[in-house]
């Protein structure tokens, strides 16, 4: 195998762990679903998510907040 091969499959196991990352902030309910999105696909901060939603940072912040202990309820029940 040659560095390419390498590089490939490093770039496809990032893809296929971003589409899953995506699935899963998918299963949230709005809010949540597309702060979640906004965080963990797209890289955004906080401040740009408030922004872009035109909602104080706090309140973004708790969103956050509130989307991670779902997430992390989801995963747990997924790997039972």
């Known amino acids: 195998r040659g560095l390419g091969d390498v590089y490939k499959r490093q770039q496809y196991l990032q893809s296929?762990?971003?589409q899953?990352?995506?699935r899963i902030c998918s299963g949230l309910k709005s809010?949540?679903?597309e702060i979640a999105i906004a965080h963990?696909?797209?890289?955004?901060s906080v401040t740009e998510i408030?922004?872009?939603e035109g909602k104080?940072?706090?309140?973004i912040q708790t969103q956050l907040y509130r989307a991670k202990n779902m997430l992390k309820k989801?995963?747990?029940?997924?790997?039972?």
Do not use: G, I
């Open 16 to 18: 296929d762990s971003e």
């Open 56 to 59: 104080n940072p706090k309140t």
């Open 31 to 33: 809010p949540y679903k």
């Open 40 to 44: 963990f696909c797209k890289q955004m």
């Open 74 to 80: 989801m995963l747990a029940e997924r790997s039972d």
């Open 20 to 22: 899953q990352v995506f």
């Open 50 to 52: 408030s922004q872009k």
